[in-house]
Structures are given as structure tokens and as C-alpha cells.
């Protein structure tokens, strides 16, 4: 058995604005089946965020949309829940060199739980501007890539997509009629895909205090999140208005543009208390950790229990706040979740005022 230790929070305001999370005891789990089996034991028999229906879910759908006011071409891959009616949606954007295949294994178990889960592929910023490059020219041609433009080209490309949901929805025809319910929307995505996500949801973009926020998106989770250039976190992140859960880990750096561990987590620091706002950092997690690819050679493997980790958090952060769910409320901010969690990670949130 492994040796009892304890969790503990690192505070980083005033104590009266936080939720102090007192130490608790917890026995480290190595495989995902032993944390399920942890979670069943300790959660409310009501609520288990990794418990999931018996049903197969239906094969994922590729599609390319058309934006004709950009003529912009956008991929996307869309996981659909076993159940017929309206489902709510979370969209999921890629890291700087990914593609619409990249995380896997969020979509399939988000859907699992009920949510239409639809993975964007940003043209410009994707898998397309390393693939065909000589391996000592890959670094440069990715750096190149994490410029304004693609970024912008990101941020338009998200209502694009929501545009486009809330046609095929009213089409009778097609056959995703009625599957999507627009009124509860959820946006994630990670690395260049976190900045994405942070910029339609409700972050002031760097110049002039210029935002691209769409107001259909309810709730934002963002995987190595950052803050951009020499930004202050309170006034590019001040005027969000929906609950933000960020999920960054001990070693998650950046080979592309030296982003640290630190500015990382100056982005929860400069949220306001008016939203509710979370933020999980797993230990010794790198930047790879949130994804499921192959990994970088030299880089060492995943731990196998980060995987569980972040599927239980973030399902009962879009339970919560997606599907109005109190049992999902009170074991994102209970015992349950910090239960999770091994002894060194952190986890921090607090409630709206």
C-alpha cells in the first residue's frame, strides 16, 4: 500500500477570499481502475463523474465547413452521446500543430456522459505546417505558426462553428437535426487551443482591450493555459463573466515560446471573484500530459493516473455548470474531488461573490 500523505493548497490571496481545502488523508492510486474504484468509495452513490453507460457510443463524424466570409475551410470531428435528444455541446480546440484526432479520449468520454463533443481543426496552426517539413526545420516552421493571424483566424473560426451547429439543429434534413442544445455550450481546448478557448471566453485581447468573446459559450475549461506576451492577468482576464477551470501541471513548459509553470498560473490569479474559477495542478505533469499522442522522444511517459484525474474533474465541471447538476457541484467542491487527487497536486477554486 502505498504511504498515507496529505494534500495541501497553495494560497496565493488573501485567506478570507479562499476556499481553504483542510488536509486530508489520502492512500495514492496508481491505475485508473484503483482512483474508480477510490472515487466509488468515498463520492456520493448518486454521482460519479468516471462512471460511464454500457452503451457504444456511435462512431465519430468528420466534416469540413465552409466560412464563405473568410473562405476559410474548417475540419471538424464530431462525437455524438448514445441518446436521440438535444445534447449540450463542448467544443475543443488543438494545441499549435494539432488536428481535430488530437485528445481522443475527452471526446469519448465526454459523449459518453451525454455532451456533443466537437473538435475544431485550425488551418494555419495545424498539423499541415509540420508534417511535410524537415525534421530540423519542424521548431521553426511551428514558431512561425504561433502568430497574430492564426490566432485570429482561431477566434473567428469558433462562431463559424456555433453558426453552422445552429443551422444543421433547424434543418430537418439533416442529420443533426435536434442533436445539439445551443443554449448550453461549453468551450475547452489546449495550449494554442487554451488561448483560443480563453479568447472567445471572455478574455480583453492584448491591444486596445479588444474581445472576441461569444456570448453562447456558458462555461470554459483550458488545458496549460497562458498569459499572453507581458499582459496584467487582472486586466486581460478581469471582465470574464462565466466559470473557468484550468488544468496545468508542475513541468508543463513550452519548447516553442518559453511559457513557464508561472505564467501559467498568473491567468487564475488575474480572474475575478465575481465567476466561479478552479484551477487543478498536477504534479510533475508536462505539457504533454493533457493530450494522447505519441510523445517526443526523450520525453518520459505519462503517468497513468493524470488521465482519470482530468476526466473526472473536468466531466463534473461541464456536469455542473452545462447541466445544472448539484450532486456534480457539491463533488467538484468536496471531498471527492481532493480525495482524486494525489498528495502533491494542488487544487484551488473559489465561488462567486
Not at 308 to 330: C, E, G, H, M, S
Request: charged residues 20%; contains cysteine.
Amino acid at each position: 500500500m502505498a504511504p498515507r500523505a496529505l494534500i495541501f493548497i497553495q494560497h496565493m490571496r488573501p485567506i478570507q477570499k479562499r476556499h481553504i481545502m483542510k488536509p486530508l488523508p489520502i492512500t495514492l492510486a496508481i491505475l485508473s481502475a484503483a482512483i474508480l474504484s477510490a472515487t466509488s468509495a468515498i463520492q456520493a452513490e448518486t454521482y460519479n463523474p468516471l462512471e460511464n453507460p454500457k452503451a457504444k457510443l456511435p462512431e465519430p463524424i468528420d466534416v469540413t465547413i465552409h466560412d464563405a466570409s473568410r473562405q476559410r475551410d474548417i475540419p471538424l470531428r464530431i462525437y455524438l452521446p448514445t441518446q436521440s435528444k438535444p445534447a449540450p455541446v463542448v467544443l475543443f480546440s488543438h494545441g499549435l500543430g494539432g488536428a481535430r484526432t488530437g485528445s481522443q479520449y475527452l471526446g469519448k468520454h465526454w459523449a459518453a456522459r451525454g455532451y456533443a463533443v466537437v473538435y475544431l481543426q485550425h488551418y494555419g496552426s495545424d498539423e499541415t505546417i509540420w508534417k511535410e517539413v524537415a525534421l530540423r526545420q519542424r521548431i521553426k516552421a511551428l514558431k512561425g505558426a504561433a502568430s497574430l493571424q492564426n490566432s485570429l483566424d482561431r477566434y473567428q473560426d469558433v462562431p463559424a462553428v456555433l453558426d453552422q451547429l445552429t443551422k444543421w439543429n433547424t434543418d430537418e434534413k439533416h442529420r443533426f437535426h435536434q442533436r445539439f442544445d445551443l443554449k448550453r455550450i461549453g468551450m475547452s481546448g489546449h495550449s494554442f487551443g487554451a488561448v483560443t478557448t480563453q479568447g472567445v471566453s471572455g478574455q480583453s485581447w492584448r491591444f486596445a482591450g479588444k474581445r472576441f468573446t461569444d456570448p453562447r459559450i456558458k462555461a470554459a475549461n483550458m488545458f496549460s493555459p497562458s498569459v499572453q506576451g507581458r499582459a496584467n492577468p487582472e486586466l486581460s482576464f478581469g471582465q470574464v463573466s462565466i466559470p473557468w477551470l484550468l488544468l496545468t501541471g508542475t513541468k508543463d513548459t513550452s519548447p516553442i515560446n518559453d511559457t513557464t509553470v508561472e505564467n501559467r498560473r498568473q491567468v487564475y490569479q488575474g480572474l475575478p471573484n465575481t465567476i466561479d474559477k478552479y484551477e487543478l495542478v498536477l504534479s510533475d505533469a508536462q505539457h504533454s500530459a493533457f493530450s494522447d499522442g505519441r510523445q517526443r522522444l526523450g520525453v518520459p511517459p505519462r503517468n497513468p493516473q493524470h488521465h482519470p484525474v482530468i476526466l473526472a474533474v473536468t466531466t463534473a465541471f461541464w456536469d455542473t455548470y452545462l447541466k445544472q447538476n448539484p450532486d456534480a457541484r457539491n463533488w467538484l467542491q468536496g471531498k471527492p474531488c481532493r480525495h482524486l487527487l494525489a498528495p502533491q497536486d494542488e487544487w484551488q477554486f473559489e465561488k462567486a461573490k
